[in-house]
């Protein structure tokens, strides 16, 4: 894939962030193996029915596609069937939206039968109410004014066949968390007298949610340098007191703009973190825009309605910015965030205990009010 890439700026959007969620948007490009060739950003209050940008910047995007014979558009934002369309016919090459790319790669990493229950289940609910203007082109091939083309009744039967297979997988889906919680309830009995604190550990994808889980665990979590390579929820506990074990969850990685539709499907994995006391929210400090990317995080545990747990930040990477441990604590990264925040490496293993002890703290804190 040769992709140019487009995004808009403008009301509510500042360019800046217009510019850093292109950014975003070249990652997810590259993580399904395509090249990006360069982008556009129009500035505009409201997006076109149309062609989303404006009728004279979508010959302005031919006419790039053209000189750089590139064969994909891919729009920073979610399209309507209608303005694939248009926009399709305008220019003549594959025209694609962030939801499209966010769902393809969701669907190579899934491994699991829950995690590609869910992507499934989020393709299906994105494709349900697009078919509708398909079948309208189909028809229109199939010829026949006022009649229902062959291309209509295809349209009929695949919609009813995705209603059934939503059903199924919904169900499937509510059988795979009922164990869960069961699986959890077992977890969390502990041994007499002994305390659980569960802890979520979240952030934006490539953080290194993963590694950090390893660090404290010494679980073999898979770790990789790619985008969304965690689709799945893993627990593994650590005592750290006779009477206290951790148990640590590591979850699927967010970023801006995440499709609706997958935040829905992927609400039983995500229910750890609902269910957690404390939520460690990592950040890669080494990347310019990790305090943008702080807020995107925080959207998100918004919509899962976890933005009231108490937080502890976990500043990562901190070996890509200074030599060694010593240095990495005179940095003033934890005094940017608000709150409780520890700068570590995971990789290298600096601040874990530090870490470890702040989360007693924060939890014992946390116990005591619960009890
Ligand atoms: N330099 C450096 N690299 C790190 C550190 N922690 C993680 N990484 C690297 O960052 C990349 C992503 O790490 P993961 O642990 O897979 O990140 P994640 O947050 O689990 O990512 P997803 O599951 O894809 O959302 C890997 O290449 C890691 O080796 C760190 O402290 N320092
Ligand atoms: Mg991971």
């Known amino acids: 894939m040769r992709a140019v890439l487009v995004g808009v700026w403008g009301k509510d959007l500042s360019k800046e962030f217009s510019r850093e969620s292109i950014r975003e948007l070249k990652g997810l490009v590259e993580a399904v193996g395509g090249k990006s060739l360069g982008y556009l950003l129009q500035k505009r209050d409201y997006p ?10 979508a010959k302005e995007i031919k006419e790039i596609v053209r000189g750089t014979k590139a ?3 891919v729009f920073d934002d979610f399209l309507t069937p209608a303005q694939v369309s248009n926009l399709e016919n305008l220019i003549g090459v594959r025209v694609l939206d962030r939801t499209d790319l966010v ?3 969701f669907s190579r990493r899934a491994k699991t039968k829950e995690a590609k229950l869910q992507v499934e289940l989020a393709k299906l609910m994105h494709e349900l109410p697009r078919l509708h203007g398909k079948g309208k082109a189909l028809s229109r091939l199939g010829g026949g004014v006022g009649t229902r083309g062959p291309g209509e009744q295809e349209t009929e039967i695949r919609k009813r066949l995705i209603k059934k297979r939503i059903h199924k997988i919904k169900q499937e889906l509510e059988e795979i968390k009922r164990r869960r919680r069961e699986q959890r309830k077992r977890r969390e009995r502990g041994e007499k007298g002994e305390r659980i604190l569960r802890v979520a550990i979240v952030g934006y994808t490539n953080a290194g949610k993963s590694t950090l889980m390893n660090a404290l665990t010494k679980k073999g979590t898979t770790v990789a340098d790619m985008l969304f390579a965690t689709l799945d929820t893993k627990t593994s506990a650590r005592k750290v007191m006779p009477d206290l074990k951790i148990l640590f969850t590591d979850t699927v990685g967010f970023i801006r703009k995440l499709p609706p539709e ?4 992927f609400k039983a994995t995500l229910e750890e973190v609902q269910e957690a006391d ?3 929210h990592v950040v890669d400090v080494s990347d310019d825009g990790w305090l943008d990317y702080i807020n995107t995080v925080n959207e998100v545990l918004k919509e899962l309605n976890a933005e ?3 937080v502890i930040y976990v500043l990562n990477k901190a070996d890509r910015i200074v030599e060694t441990e010593e240095e990495m604590n005179h ?3 934890t005094a ?6 520890v700068i570590i490496s995971a990789q290298n293993r600096w601040g874990i205990e530090k870490l470890v002890e702040k989360i007693v703290e924060v939890g014992t804190r946390e116990l005591a009010l619960k009890d």
């Open 48 to 57: 076109d029915q149309r062609y989303y940008v404006g009728a004279g910047k």
């Open 71 to 73: 064969d994909t558009v």
């Open 103 to 105: 769902l393809e790669i």
């Open 262 to 265: 997958l935040i829905e499907s």
């Open 278 to 280: 404390i939520i460690l």
């Open 308 to 310: 009231e747990k108490p």
């Open 331 to 333: 940095l003033p990264h």
């Open 336 to 341: 940017f965030v608000e709150g409780d925040a």
